[in-house]
């Protein structure tokens, strides 16, 4: 039987899911262990900044004001470095994925980066429901 992570992985290594850094980055952070109330607080006060700076239902980016300030709303050094060891265990496993390995190592040079689209992954997933980035 096929894991469902390795087809997931298969499909962001054939470029079918878009941008892979988005996608790894919050499939990585699956492991990030968050606190359920202090994520929901910190997504609500992003959506207020999503909804103040126009168009809520526009496509979000990586710089964009309200994923930063949830990015920092949850930051921890102890849930970046579980970021920072999940893409490490990502890496590993995606090590005959040529496109998704190059992208798992550039997420594991800029873990500061991983975290942001992290937060990214935690907003759209809020905005459309439970899909992750991508998907």
């Known amino acids: 039987m096929v894991d469902p ?3 997931l992985l298969a499909r962001v290594d054939a470029g079918e899911l878009g941008d892979p850094l988005p996608v790894l980055a919050y499939l990585a952070g699956q ?3 968050l606190e359920e109330e202090e994520l929901n607080a910190a997504r609500r006060r992003a959506l207020l900044l999503v909804a103040a700076g126009g168009d809520p ?3 979000l980016d990586v710089d964009d004001r309200a994923v930063k300030a949830l990015a920092v709303d949850l930051y921890s050094d102890a849930l970046r470095a579980a970021l920072a060891r999940s893409i490490d265990a ?3 496993r995606v090590r005959d994925l040529p496109s ?3 992208a798992a ?3 594991a040079s800029d873990i500061d980066l991983a975290w942001r ?3 990214l992954g935690l907003l759209a ?3 459309g429901g439970d899909e992750p980035p991508g998907a």
Request: no cysteine; aromatic share 8%; net charge negative.
């Open 105 to 107: 190592l550039f997420l």
């Open 117 to 119: 689209l992290f937060a």
């Open 57 to 59: 239902h526009r496509e």
């Open 31 to 33: 492991a990030v262990a």
């Open 5 to 7: 992570l390795d087809e």
């Open 125 to 127: 997933e809020e905005l």
């Open 90 to 92: 990502l890496v590993l």
């Open 100 to 102: 998704a390995r190059g």
